[in-house]
């Protein structure tokens, strides 16, 4: 199993809500990874965990809440958004150490698009 | 640090025609580089990676690329592209000591017409 899995696939919420991103991986991979994505440019990165600890704060708003329950499962908990926060959010994973040995590349997901209105 | 540039922000090219993506790569230290791809409305796909060796790697979908240390590029290329290689393709690059922070290059979007 290679997969990352990101649901939902699609999210409307509202600047009041608070919503979930949810995102699942079953390859042993002990590192994840938020990202953010605005149309036609790369992927920014938002937060890391390591061995389920938060390794990586990219200096992410308060609004955007991660939080890694174990090793196969990574959420993002989002509350007052604003419409700004509209994106494709990727969940990815990887090997913790990631060396030839190793897998060194990110496995991504197929993200979650986010509409704040 | 790291930073990667990629040349050409979108690329046309028939169907059956070859295509080169360019990237180049600056960075101090040694690191791994991959090319990404992504389709509309989904997520990024790995289509081949260099980590050391034969500096040419042959990746997925026909693609290979080409790893030129003095020039620091890392090219991709496919001799004959289909209307199906429409997408949006990323140049990466990761330090070789670990670290979590893959750096991306802003994209390349290939588009094949009939």
């Known amino acids: 199993d290679t997969e990352v899995t990101q649901t939902p696939k699609h999210l409307v919420m509202g600047m009041t809500n608070k919503k979930s991103l949810k995102c699942e991986q079953h390859m042993g991979h002990r590192a994840m990874y938020w990202y953010k994505q605005k149309a036609k440019k790369p992927p920014e990165l938002m937060f890391v965990y390591s061995y389920e600890k938060l390794s990586i704060n990219e200096s992410v708003p308060s609004r955007f809440s991660p939080e890694c329950p174990n090793s196969s499962l990574l959420n993002l908990h989002l509350h007052a958004l604003q419409p700004e926060d509209s994106a494709l959010y990727l969940c990815?994973?990887?090997?913790?150490?990631?060396?030839?040995?190793?897998?060194?590349?990110?496995?991504f997901g197929q993200g979650t698009r986010l509409t704040v209105v | 640090a790291q930073s990667v540039t990629q040349l050409d922000s979108q690329v046309p090219v028939f169907e059956e025609a070859p295509v080169e993506l360019r990237c180049n790569y600056s960075?101090?230290?040694?690191?791994?580089l991959f090319w990404y791809v992504q389709y509309p409305n989904q997520g990024l796909q790995l289509l081949l990676k260099y980590l050391s060796g034969s500096t040419l790697v042959k990746g997925i979908n026909g693609f290979e690329a080409e790893f030129n240390k003095s020039q620091t590029s890392f090219h991709l290329r496919k001799p004959s592209v289909h209307i199906s290689d429409t997408a949006e393709y990323f140049c990466?690059?990761?330090?070789?000591?670990?670290?979590?922070?893959?750096?991306f290059g802003a994209g390349t979007r290939l588009f094949v017409k009939a």
């Open positions: 990815a994973s990887s090997h913790a150490v990631r060396t030839e040995r190793l897998n060194t590349e990110a496995f």
């Open positions: 990466a690059v990761i330090r070789n000591t670990g670290g979590f922070k893959t750096i």
């Open positions: 960075s101090s230290v040694s690191v791994y």
